[in-house]
């Protein structure tokens, strides 16, 4: 007879004979993904040096299929080509203060889930137009359009939470009332903030779930994996940091200038009045003075049109509310996995707001670069630069980055013994794959004597050739990544 432990966990699953699915719940209906190999389902279940030597004994070959993968970026530089990896976990940064997550932050506080929220929508497994996961992609990627007045996104806000919406058909009714619920309760903090006058204009409706769960559980993890349950996802999302307080990030130059905040440092809009930021338990009824009423409305296609900063980045830290430099610890599950997966990639997009913000905390450097199962440390490198790369070529894509990592991102003990370690830049990048016929100058012979090896891809436009300069592509990516990993066999 099994046990009580035993008896619970087969009655969880809902498995019946003969391959009939618990008539319980509408979960059975929606698509899933294949499952992973059985050797990638959990980095707590195999040690690293286990990993390093498993290949060696399934004779299979190094391919992105086969292997495993730490992927490091923000949400756009990294949604168009975060499928070209069936087995990986996305590190994502928390630090936006732009569009949608600017209002949360501003009224709620909290740490930001606009990447994240993008990162879980894109991932959500492909379904036909007309199934209920589909509909739920649909409500949860739903975006209040940005041209409503107040009145209007109040209105169809309205509509939204209580149930009345057409995005709302289509979706099975367990699912319905768990997202509704949520809805619910984040529409309830706001009215407890009602003094701070919340703009629904532009808000994600996926961010406001999210935003909720986060406030409910007090814990992100969480929501994170409550919005994978119900949309079917496999996705590993990690949150560079765990935390229920907002993450501001800061940009020194080298003309001492400091410039705070995400937007303002990657693509600052006019605003009438900026936003205030308040570093403060997300949820809590002390959340601060009141903030200007406003919300920081930003197009994407804005970002190829910037002023340049006055003197390039000369390093990125995280501050607090009195703009004091903070140490804040990397999620435990981040370094974990730097530990336990076979490629390392640094994602194309914003260098210094969505790239450094998960490079720029203790141990990180650490656990790259003494890292046993991590055979391949790749940097995608842009095709153009923006405002926070203006001039760079690939060498100071490659210095930047090891320059950060090499920082000490601790407050130093005093007195003897103290020397601090500085990794090479083999270490932290073994492999530099560029875009032919990108505007980023790429000098391949100082680069290998760095280090590192380059590989020279041709891009695949996925979206008919409208881009001025070549992109990546999922397809792109799989290929070239595919012919460094037969080099580091």
Not at 109 to 116: A, E, L, Q
Not at 132 to 156: C, D, V
Not at 416 to 429: D, E, H, K, V
Request: with cysteine; aromatic share 8%; net charge negative.
């Amino acid at each position: 007879m099994m046990d009580s432990q035993t008896a619970n966990s087969s009655s969880s699953l809902s498995i019946q004979p003969d391959g009939i699915d618990s008539p319980g719940s509408s979960v059975f209906d929606l698509p899933i993904q294949n499952p992973a190999p059985a050797r990638n389902t959990s980095h707590f279940e195999i040690r690293p040096e286990e990993l390093t030597n498993l290949r060696a004994h399934d004779h299979e070959p190094a391919s992105v299929d086969s292997d495993s993968f730490v992927f490091i970026s923000g949400g756009t530089g990294g949604n168009t080509i975060c499928t070209a990896f069936p087995n990986a976990c996305y590190v994502l940064p928390v630090s936006d203060d732009g569009g949608s997550s600017s209002e949360i932050i501003r009224v709620l506080g909290g740490p930001s889930v606009g990447d994240i929220r993008s990162r879980l929508v894109r991932l959500i497994p492909i379904a036909s137009p007309s199934s209920p996961l589909n509909a739920i992609k649909t409500l949860l990627a739903y975006r209040l359009p940005h041209h409503y007045s107040e009145r209007q996104a109040r209105e169809e806000w309205r509509d939204i939470v209580e149930g009345r919406s057409a995005l709302w058909n289509g979706i099975p009714t367990d699912r319905k009332e768990t997202i509704r619920g949520f809805l619910v309760y984040f529409e309830s903090e706001v009215l407890k903030r009602a003094h701070k006058n919340f703009i629904f204009v532009n808000g994600s409706i996926g961010n406001y779930f999210i935003a909720a769960a986060q406030g409910f559980f007090r814990s992100l993890p969480s929501a994170i994996f409550l919005f994978s349950s119900i949309t079917n996802s496999q996705a590993n999302i990690l949150p560079v940091i765990v935390t229920n307080h907002t993450v501001t990030i800061a940009a020194e130059l080298e003309n001492g200038e400091r410039i705070v905040g995400q937007c303002d440092i990657s693509h600052p809009v006019t605003v009438l009045q900026a936003p205030t930021i308040n570093v403060v338990n997300a949820w809590s009824p002390l959340d601060g003075l009141e903030s200007p009423a406003t919300n920081v409305l930003f197009e994407a296609e804005d970002k190829d049109r910037y002023e340049p900063l006055s003197s390039r980045i000369s390093r990125l830290l995280y501050i607090n509310a009195y703009g004091i430099e903070i140490h804040p610890s990397p999620n435990p599950d981040y370094i974990l996995s730097l530990k336990a997966n076979n490629v390392l990639v640094y994602s194309c997009g914003s260098l210094w707001t969505s790239i450094m913000p998960c490079l720029a905390l203790q141990g990180v450097a650490r656990a790259i670069a003494r890292s046993s199962s991590l055979r391949a440390k790749i940097l995608l490198l842009n095709s153009e630069n923006d405002r926070e790369t203006d001039g760079y070529s690939a060498v100071d894509y490659i210095q930047a980055i090891a320059h950060t990592l090499n920082t000490q991102y601790q407050i130093q003990p005093y007195g003897l013994g103290n020397a601090q370690t500085m990794y090479p830049i083999s270490a932290f990048i073994t492999d530099l794959v560029y875009l032919k016929g990108g505007a980023v100058a790429v000098d391949s012979d100082k680069i290998t004597a760095l280090g590192v090896r380059c590989t020279e891809v041709v891009s695949e436009l996925d979206d008919g050739g409208n881009h001025r300069l070549p992109r990546f592509s999922a397809n792109t990516v799989r290929r070239a990544v595919n012919e460094i990993l037969t080099r580091h066999l």
